[in-house]
């Protein structure tokens, strides 16, 4: 019987030890399941929310910050403004780009994926809103924003599903938690209520260690605040009540209450603004007994300095073990300032549509005005060209002075501000000149008074032109201007070059004019060719905003453009296009467009021409160019071709390859080139990179690297200006243009940098109109004053004459280099005193000079025996231009450096005649001079030998250069020859020739001396 109670007390205590085992067991069960579910919410599902809610901020500033660009006028706060747009779009990269790491299943791989797609999408859109602004168009900007509303609302609902996704991750471990912690609570309670009979002792042991695994639960808890006080993102947690169980370090903060002061205490009251409180509480309470709450909404709350801040909130329920609503979650940014940029633009769309209503009304009103109006226009039109005519020469009279007078203001000295003013007033004269020139022209075309010149012409100078003529505009606008030209096209044409300039600058203005981002192209290509001529065509095309068919039907047609809307954004007089259409048909042309909304515009139009006899380019080449070795690199075939074919019309040497493979293989065969030309659009390898290799690998060989651009960028050469890179050459160029670009290439790498005295190459120029007389013949006072002074700066003698009877008076008894004679004068016009003058005089240069521009003056002029024609206003520079042509003309000069060579040695060494001539025969004027030549530079040759020992050769240059003005001065023509000579192989270094050049100079500088002494001599003996 013992042995039963002992045994019996034995499996007891057995029991009582499994049970105390069990309910122990189960409680560290409980504690451990609870504290993996919080390290899992931990490392998982908060970081996870906190990034995303960190993206869903930076999405909230992309907004706030498009709206602000639409708001934003001044560029530096613009500027700025987009600086911090493409800053918070880079964080939002990095911080969806950093998120891969967080994904833990296919469903949020899949919703990650969507964020993707959305937000790019979204923010995509977003950039071309800052393009549209940055090209000044706030009005496309406004009508893409309005656009963006779906994106936004896509991106933000991808978002949300993002964050609910972990939400619930995360609640679905609090439910798996709570249902393992009601299932232990069971088994324990049967456990305790078996094992408390029976182990009470052992009950305070337990309490013990369950006290223990709720502290580690409180520090975890802990924590897991800690982790939602790093985010910027208000989150707060209600119970049912409303009452507030937990609120990160954001929210305290923005509410300013300590850590502690607000647990309890019920949201609304806290944070809400008084007259909501009541009613919120109650929505709260619907909301708790299951009414349906949105994902995302937005409300007011009450910030810490009592104002009152609008904040978008998402938020999840919280579900209790028995399946109840027992609070909520809310995570809360402020969108405040979003919300009034909003409004702001809403106001300012509000407005817009106003203007817009009140525009139509207005264009309805004045439509009506037009109908009845036309009847009356159409006649008008009929006497428009009769009465241009007439009005020509009023118009351009006052702008001859307008112009004139600030040219010679700009050569005075003037403040930044006076500059500034004058520049604009020239600016502004030019292009009313311009509307003149199109309505006279558009006057011509009506009375069919165009006629067409035949003169040769170097194609390629007209489209290089082109380029120069707009350049600043396309900078300006950030565009590419591309050429490409066949290779059949006959670089030489004969035909009228002024009108084709024109038509193709009327349709790259008009491409520039409705282009904001892309390029523009010109394309030529042979359409036909016999042996009358050739046509081409010619196409002009641009990536601008295009045109519908309605609106191409009602081009070519005079003072239209595509619709009204065109005239008051873009301006214009509307008469660009139809001027070209007429000028192309006068060339045995047709013109037409081609066009979508959307998509740019291409002008297409052929024109007739004979090819030109005339050579590409006769003068001498330099002789350090002399068989020039050239390796050109160009892909492009057309481009290749014509580059050639003009470089070895100078005699160069060149081979042409189409890669830059072939081209270090060239080098590495052919050994020294002394210049290499690469394409800048290369396409198997970077043209930079190319020249750096180039220079690096071949640097003893290779003199000068060049890049060559059929696409003009005003940017590429800045982009381009490196040690390996000389320069930037933009294709096509004339035969001159490129000859020069190279000659100045080469001069640069002489060791020598002699910079030439201030005008010294205006004055090479125009060198044959220093100390010439000129008779100006004009009644208008201004222009007296106007032109007497343009030409004075060329050291030009001017005597005036108000009208052709004092003309003929002066004529009479002086002789003049050139006559400028105005055509509209009182008592003798310029017509008949030409006349007059003609009667005595055959050889004096007359050139006709009005303002008088319609068609049949030239004729006219030509007819009474007049040699040229300038019409005002006119630039100095085409003055002087016409002045030298026609003196040089009537002297018989020519400029063949052959020839010249020839007749030097026949010249005599002093020829005091000649001298005289220019100094209007003053004699002792002439013997000054020669006294101080004598005494100056008897030894000048023995100055520039020393020089050039010394290897002080920008001396020798100054010294050589003096000595031919000089001996040019007083008649001694073999000298000033032979120091020219001896100053270009001073500046060519070409040391085999100087000692030869300097025994020359030295002799002929004896012989001048020697003449003066005898001259001297002689009209001393006179006197």
């Given at each position: 019987?013992?042995?039963i109670?002992l045994?019996?007390s ?9 049970l105390?085992?069990?309910v122990?067991?189960t409680?560290?069960?409980q504690?451990?399941?609870l504290k993996?579910?919080l390290?899992?919410?931990k490392?998982?599902w908060?970081p996870s929310?906190?990034r ?7 999405i ?6 498009l709206?602000k660009?639409?708001l934003e006028?001044d560029?530096n706060?613009?500027l ?9 779009r880079?964080?939002f ?12 299943s296919?469903?949020e791989k899949?919703i990650?994926m969507?964020?993707s797609d959305?937000?790019i999408?979204y923010?995509?859109k977003?950039?071309?809103?800052i393009d549209?602004v940055?090209?000044?168009d706030y ?5 893409l924003?309005?656009k963006l509303?779906t994106k936004?609302?896509?991106?933000d ?6 964050i609910?996704?972990n939400l ?7 439910d798996?938690?709570?249902?393992q912690?009601?299932?232990v609570?069971w088994m324990?309670?049967i456990?305790?209520?078996v094992a408390i009979a029976i ?5 305070l042991?337990t309490r ?14 802990e924590?897991a ?8 993102v208000?989150i707060?947690?209600?119970d049912?009540d409303?009452?507030?169980e ?7 903060s923005?509410?300013g ?9 019920n949201w609304?009251e806290?944070?809400g ?5 009541e009613?919120?509480?109650e929505?709260?309470h619907?909301?708790m007994?299951g009414?349906a709450?949105?994902?995302?909404f ?12 609008l904040?978008?909130?998402s938020?999840?329920l919280?579900?209790?073990?028995t399946?109840?609503v027992?609070g909520?979650?809310f995570?809360?940014?402020?969108i405040t ?11 300012y769309?509000?407005h ?13 009103t004045k439509?009506?005005?037009?109908a009845d109006?036309k009847?009356s226009?159409?006649s008008?039109?009929r006497?428009?060209?009769?009465f241009l005519?007439?009005?020509s020469?009023?118009?351009r009279?006052p702008m001859?002075?307008?112009i004139?007078?600030n040219y010679?203001?700009?050569q005075?000295e ?7 003013y004058v ?7 030019k292009?009313?000149?311009?509307i003149?020139s199109?309505i006279?022209?558009f ?8 006629v067409?010149?035949r003169?040769d012409?170097?194609l390629y100078?007209i489209?290089?032109n082109i ?6 505009s396309?900078y300006?606008?950030?565009?590419k201007?591309?050429?490409s030209i066949h290779?059949?096209?006959p670089q030489v044409?004969?035909g009228d070059?002024f ?7 009327n349709?790259v203005n008009?491409a520039?004019?409705?282009t904001d981002?892309?390029?523009i192209?010109?394309?030529v290509?042979v ?5 009358s001529g050739v046509?081409l065509?010619?196409e002009?095309?641009?990536t601008?905003?295009g ?14 453009q595509?619709?009204m809307?065109t005239t008051?954004?873009y ?5 660009g296009l139809?001027?070209s259409?007429s000028?192309?048909e006068l060339?045995?042309?047709e013109?037409?467009v ?6 740019g ?6 024109v007739r021409f004979?090819v030109?006899s005339?050579?590409l ?5 330099a002789?350090?160019l002399k068989f020039l070795?050239?390796l050109?690199?160009?892909d492009d ?6 580059l050639?074919?003009?470089l070895?019309?100078f005699?160069?040497?060149v081979?042409?390859v189409d890669?830059a493979?072939s081209?270090?293989?060239?080098i590495s ?13 290369l ?5 930079h990179t190319l020249?750096e290799?180039?220079?690096l690998?071949y640097?003893?060989?290779v ?10 960028e005003s940017?590429?050469q800045l982009k381009s200006q490196?040690?390996s ?11 001159s243009?490129l000859y020069?670009?190279i ?5 640069e790498?002489l060791?020598?940098k002699?910079s030439?005295p ?7 120029k ?11 013949v004009?009644d208008n006072e ?6 007497q002074?343009?030409?004075q ?14 003309a003929?008076k002066?004529?009479?008894?002086k002789r003049?280099?050139?006559i400028l ?12 005193a030409?006349r ?5 005089d055959q050889?004096?240069?007359?050139i006709a ?6 068609q049949?003056v030239?004729?006219q ?5 007049m ?5 005002k206003?006119?630039e100095?520079?085409q003055?002087?231009s016409?002045l030298q042509?026609t003196?040089?003309?009537s002297r018989g000069?020519?400029?063949?450096e052959v020839?010249?060579a020839?007749?030097i040695?026949?010249?005599?060494v002093?020829n ?5 001539g220019?100094?209007?025969?003053n ?5 000054r001079?020669?006294h101080k030549f004598?005494?100056?530079h008897?030894?000048a ?7 050039i ?7 020798a240059?100054?010294?050589a250069h003096?000595?031919k ?5 007083i008649g ?6 032979t ?6 192989a001073?500046?060519?270094?070409s040391v085999?020739l100087l000692?030869?050049?300097?025994e020359t100079a030295e002799g002929r500088l ?5 003449a ?10 006179e006197k």
């Amino acid at each position: 019987m013992k042995a039963i109670t002992l045994m019996k007390s034995m499996w007891t205590f057995i029991i009582i030890i499994a049970l105390l085992i069990a309910v122990i067991g189960t409680n560290f069960y409980q504690m451990f399941a609870l504290k993996g579910t919080l390290d899992h919410v931990k490392t998982n599902w908060m970081p996870s929310i906190a990034r995303i809610v960190e993206m869903q901020e930076l999405i909230t500033q992309e907004r706030v910050l498009l709206h602000k660009m639409l708001l934003e006028t001044d560029k530096n706060a613009l500027l700025t403004v987009i600086t911090s747009y493409q800053d918070v779009r880079r964080q939002f990269d990095e911080k969806y780009r950093g998120y891969e790491s967080f994904i833990n299943s296919e469903s949020e791989k899949q919703i990650y994926m969507e964020v993707s797609d959305k937000t790019i999408d979204y923010l995509q859109k977003g950039q071309r809103i800052i393009d549209a602004v940055q090209s000044g168009d706030y009005i496309m900007g406004k009508s893409l924003l309005d656009k963006l509303g779906t994106k936004r609302e896509q991106a933000d609902a991808s978002l949300h599903k993002w964050i609910d996704y972990n939400l619930m991750g995360t609640q679905r471990d609090v439910d798996r938690t709570s249902n393992q912690r009601e299932l232990v609570l069971w088994m324990a309670s049967i456990f305790t209520i078996v094992a408390i009979a029976i182990g009470a002792a052992l009950a305070l042991q337990t309490r013990s260690v369950r006290r223990k695994g709720e502290q580690k639960l409180m520090k975890e808890k802990e924590k897991a605040q800690s982790y939602l006080d790093l985010i910027d993102v208000m989150i707060v947690v209600l119970d049912r009540d409303g009452r507030i169980e937990l609120l990160n370090r954001k929210g305290y903060s923005v509410l300013g209450y300590e850590e502690t002061a607000t647990l309890g205490k019920n949201w609304f009251e806290v944070c809400g603004p008084e007259n909501l409180v009541e009613m919120r509480k109650e929505r709260y309470h619907e909301f708790m007994e299951g009414d349906a709450l949105s994902d995302y909404f937005e409300s007011l709350i009450v910030d810490k300095l009592g104002e009152e801040r609008l904040y978008g909130w998402s938020n999840n329920l919280i579900w209790t073990e028995t399946g109840e609503v027992g609070g909520v979650i809310f995570a809360g940014v402020d969108i405040t300032e979003r919300k009034q940029a909003e409004e702001t633009l809403n106001q300012y769309k509000d407005h817009l549509e106003v203007l817009v209503e009140e525009r139509t009304s207005e264009l309805e009103t004045k439509n009506l005005l037009l109908a009845d109006a036309k009847e009356s226009a159409e006649s008008a039109n009929r006497a428009k060209s009769e009465f241009l005519a007439n009005m020509s020469h009023e118009i351009r009279t006052p702008m001859n002075a307008i112009i004139g007078l600030n040219y010679l203001l700009q050569q005075t000295e003037l403040t930044e501000r006076q500059k500034d003013y004058v520049g604009k007033t020239v600016l502004s004269a030019k292009s009313l000149l311009t509307i003149i020139s199109d309505i006279l022209d558009f006057s011509k075309i009506e009375a069919k008074k165009i006629v067409l010149e035949r003169i040769d012409f170097d194609l390629y100078e007209i489209m290089s032109n082109i380029s120069n003529i707009i350049g600043f505009s396309l900078y300006e606008k950030g565009l590419k201007l591309h050429f490409s030209i066949h290779h059949e096209v006959p670089q030489v044409l004969n035909g009228d070059p002024f009108r084709l300039n024109q038509v193709l600058l009327n349709l790259v203005n008009n491409a520039l004019k409705f282009t904001d981002e892309g390029e523009i192209a010109i394309a030529v290509s042979v359409s036909s060719q016999d042996d009358s001529g050739v046509s081409l065509r010619f196409e002009v095309r641009d990536t601008g905003i295009g045109m519908t068919p309605a609106q191409q039907a009602l081009l070519f047609h005079g003072f239209t453009q595509a619709d009204m809307s065109t005239t008051r954004k873009y301006g214009g007089t509307g008469l660009g296009l139809v001027i070209s259409k007429s000028i192309v048909e006068l060339m045995q042309g047709e013109i037409h467009v081609e066009s979508e909304l959307g998509r740019g515009s291409s002008f297409i139009f052929t024109v007739r021409f004979e090819v030109g006899s005339e050579h590409l380019f006769s003068a001498p080449v330099a002789s350090y160019l002399k068989f020039l070795r050239v390796l050109l690199i160009c892909d492009d075939e057309e481009m290749r071709l014509v580059l050639k074919s003009q470089l070895e019309q100078f005699q160069f040497i060149v081979n042409a390859v189409d890669s830059a493979q072939s081209a270090l293989e060239q080098i590495s065969v052919s050994g020294r080139y002394d210049l290499v030309m690469i394409d800048w659009n290369l396409q198997d390898e970077k043209a930079h990179t190319l020249a750096e290799k180039i220079k690096l690998e071949y640097a003893t060989p290779v003199q000068v690297i060049v890049l060559i651009s059929s696409y003009h960028e005003s940017e590429l050469q800045l982009k381009s200006q490196t040690a390996s890179v000389k320069k930037v050459l933009y294709y096509p160029m004339s035969q001159s243009q490129l000859y020069n670009q190279i000659t100045n290439l080469f001069q640069e790498q002489l060791q020598m940098k002699i910079s030439s005295p201030q005008g010294e190459k205006e004055a090479k120029k125009l060198h044959m109109l220093r100390n010439t007389e000129v008779l100006l013949v004009e009644d208008n006072e201004i222009n007296q004053q106007v032109a007497q002074a343009i030409l004075q700066e060329m050291d030009i003698h001017v005597d005036v004459a108000e009208n052709g009877i004092e003309a003929l008076k002066r004529v009479a008894t002086k002789r003049y280099d050139a006559i400028l004679m105005d055509l509209q004068m009182p008592l003798m016009d310029g017509f008949e005193a030409t006349r007059n003058i003609r009667d005595f005089d055959q050889e004096t240069p007359i050139i006709a000079m009005t303002a008088d521009a319609m068609q049949g003056v030239k004729e006219q002029v030509v007819e009474a025996g007049m040699d040229a024609y300038i019409s005002k206003p006119f630039e100095p520079i085409q003055l002087f231009s016409v002045l030298q042509r026609t003196i040089q003309s009537s002297r018989g000069r020519g400029y063949a450096e052959v020839a010249a060579a020839k007749q030097i040695e026949a010249l005599p060494v002093l020829n005091a005649a000649e001298a005289l001539g220019r100094l209007g025969q003053n004699v002792n004027l002439y013997e000054r001079i020669l006294h101080k030549f004598a005494a100056n530079h008897t030894n000048a040759i023995d100055e520039i030998r020393e020089a050039i020992k010394n290897i002080d050769y920008p001396e020798a240059l100054m010294l050589a250069h003096t000595l031919k003005g000089v001996a040019s001065n007083i008649g001694a023509t073999p000298l000033s020859h032979t120091a020219d000579e001896l100053q270009t192989a001073i500046h060519q270094g070409s040391v085999g020739l100087l000692e030869e050049l300097l025994e020359t100079a030295e002799g002929r500088l004896a012989q001048v001396n020697q003449a003066i002494i005898a001259y001297l001599a002689a009209n001393a003996q006179e006197k």
